[in-house]
C-alpha cells in the first residue's frame, strides 16, 4: 500500500523555521520526483518546490526561492522541506506528492499525503 505522511507542521512565529518531512511507504523514493504543495484557505492549491529523482534537481517557486530548501534522503524514503524566514503568507496546509519528474502540474502527481498545517504568526 502506497503512503505518504507529512510531519513537522506547526505554529510558528514570523521570521522563524520548521522543517517539513515526508515519508513515503510502499514504494521505492528513488525512482521518483517528489513535490511539495501548500494550500492556504480560501486559494488554490500551489507548487512550492520539488526534487528529482534522477540528479537531485531542485526546484522552488519564485516567492520561497532562497527560504526553502527541500532534500530527499533515499535511503530513509524521506523528503524534507526546510522552512526559513517564515513569512505570515507561508501560512498553508503543506502536502507532499510523487510523480516520476518534476511538475507544476499536481494532476500529474500520483500519490499525495493528508497535508500538514504550518501557520505563521505575524
Known amino acids: 500500500q502506497v503512503q505518504l505522511v507529512e510531519s513537522g507542521g506547526g505554529l510558528v512565529q514570523a521570521g522563524g523555521s520548521l522543517t517539513l518531512s515526508c515519508v513515503l511507504s510502499g514504494f521505492t523514493l528513488e525512482h521518483y520526483a517528489v513535490g511539495w504543495f501548500r494550500q492556504a484557505p480560501g486559494k488554490e492549491r500551489e507548487g512550492v518546490s520539488c526534487?528529482?529523482?534522477?540528479?537531485?534537481?531542485?526546484y522552488y517557486r519564485g516567492s520561497v526561492k532562497g527560504r526553502f530548501t527541500i532534500s530527499r534522503d533515499n535511503a530513509k524514503n524521506t523528503a524534507y522541506l526546510q522552512m526559513n524566514s517564515l513569512k505570515h503568507e507561508d501560512t498553508a496546509v503543506y502536502y507532499c506528492?510523487?510523480?516520476?519528474?518534476?511538475?507544476?502540474?499536481?494532476?500529474?502527481?500520483?500519490?499525495w499525503g493528508q497535508g500538514t498545517q504550518v501557520t505563521v504568526s505575524s
Open positions: 506528492a510523487t510523480h516520476g519528474w518534476c511538475t507544476w502540474e499536481e494532476d500529474e502527481y500520483d500519490y
Open positions: 526534487i528529482s529523482s534522477s540528479d537531485g534537481s531542485t
